[in-house]
């Protein structure tokens, strides 16, 4: 009984191995603070995962003096991969001490994934004024009862339809 149990075991990691594929997906784009460009600014580049597999954080970086970024990243997954860019950040933000930074996210389109290592092709996000309220947008507040340097993330609430937004 414990060598069937071991024999599939052993099967299924060989299967998951065989199944899995190289997918990879790459994103620029330009962002903008009023009118100055938004530098040093926090983005990320994750695929999504269903619980309880946690999401891939697949490239990270700043945007430069002129608020651009470029991220690229790959992972092996048996299922598609679904990739966002998560922007963290405090434009227009007064009370980002009190509540943490604002977070937005945008879905890239799977057409832009590439079915290898390196990506083909790159998404252009174009160029995003952050002082717009977003309707996903979430918090990332400190906790403190852990360490200093983690966050969870909260939805925010926006009372008036003019604060609505469904993303581009």
């Known amino acids: 009984m414990l060598q069937s149990l071991g024999a599939l075991v052993l099967l299924a990691l060989i299967t998951t191995t065989v199944l899995a594929r190289e997918q990879s997906v790459a994103a620029s784009g330009k962002l903008m603070c009023g009118a100055s460009p938004a530098i040093n600014v926090r983005v990320s580049l994750y695929d999504i995962d269903i619980a309880p597999d946690p999401d891939d954080l697949l490239d990270e970086t700043f945007t430069d003096i002129d608020g651009k970024f470029m991220v690229q990243g790959s992972t092996s997954e048996e299922t598609d991969i679904e990739p966002i860019l998560k922007i963290t950040h405090d434009c227009e933000d007064d009370n980002r001490n009190s509540q943490g930074s604002r977070i937005v996210t945008f879905q890239i389109p799977y ?21 717009t309220r977003f ?3 979430e918090r990332q507040v400190p906790s403190a009862k852990i360490r200093r340097h983690h966050f969870y993330p909260r939805r925010l609430n926006y009372d008036n339809e003019f604060d609505i937004f469904d993303g581009f």
């Open 111 to 131: 057409s832009y994934v590439t079915l290898r290592g390196v990506p083909n092709k790159q998404f252009e996000l174009g160029t995003v004024n952050l002082e």
């Open 135 to 137: 309707h996903n947008e």
